[in-house]
């Protein structure tokens, strides 16, 4: 079994969506105890680095990323540099159903720069309608929204409204070519903070190649 981190390492420096603030702030707390050390977060957005958004994001009675069921699906990736991302892309890749649906278009190169939240790539809503109907069991990409920053969110509310969640800023997709073109089985473990009337939360997404 080989593990590949496909999550952003997240530090005081990082920018959350849409790339107007910092995500997270931390402060080091000194106490008593010789050689302890002891942190807390004064600010944490749950849609910094790579992160997750649960039904309720945009759906008023949606699951919460306390009640997101734990699964490990076996997923598949499709590479592309196309923006928006069309629906055509799936033709051809029958069995999506229950697998978690990764999109990776080398957008992960701005990472850490405010130009990842400037021109990304996106889902089209007919590839978010196409989703759907394959019945997939999660969407992720390597940039930091699937919708653009002006709109009316469409791939967020007509996956979300299925029940599916959503991974945003994936990282090292590439590296799971070489695995997927073997016919290795390949699986994603990415579970939130169990963070109940949360909408979001950070993820650590990992891959395992069995």
């Known amino acids: 079994m080989k593990l590949i981190d496909l999550s952003l390492p997240?530090?005081?420096a990082s920018l959350s969506y849409p790339g107007t603030s910092t995500g997270i702030a931390l402060e080091r707390i000194p106490f008593s105890i010789p050689g302890g050390t002891l942190s807390r977060f004064t600010h944490l957005d749950p849609h910094c680095g790579t992160h997750l958004d649960a039904p309720l994001h945009f759906i008023q009675e949606g699951t919460d990323v306390a009640s997101v069921p734990l699964v490990?699906?076996?997923?598949v990736v499709f590479y592309t540099t196309a923006n928006p991302i069309p629906a055509d892309l799936l033709d051809g890749s029958p069995g999506l159903v229950?697998?978690?649906?990764?999109f990776s278009t080398g957008w992960e190169k701005h990472?850490?720069?405010?130009?990842?939240f400037e021109g990304y790539p996106t889902l089209s809503s007919q590839l978010a309608e196409?989703?759907?109907a394959r019945g997939v069991a999660l969407v992720g990409l390597d940039s930091p929204s699937v919708d653009?920053?002006?709109?009316?969110?469409?791939a967020h509310r007509l996956i979300l409204a299925a029940g599916i969640p959503i991974i945003e800023g994936l990282v090292n997709l590439p590296e799971l070519l070489p695995y997927l073109?073997?016919?290795?089985?390949v699986r994603l473990s990415a579970f939130p903070l169990r963070i109940q009337g949360m909408e979001g939360s950070p993820v650590r997404a990992v891959a395992i190649v069995d």
């Not at 990472?111 to 990842?116: I, R, V």
């Not at 653009?148 to 469409?154: E, H, I, M, Q, S």
């Open 10 to 12: 997240v530090n005081d």
């Open 72 to 75: 490990l699906p076996e997923l």
């Open 98 to 102: 229950g697998k978690a649906v990764l």
């Open 111 to 116: 990472a850490g720069t405010k130009g990842f």
């Open 130 to 132: 196409a989703l759907v």
């Open 148 to 154: 653009p920053a002006v709109g009316d969110y469409a």
């Open 181 to 185: 073109e073997a016919h290795r089985t």
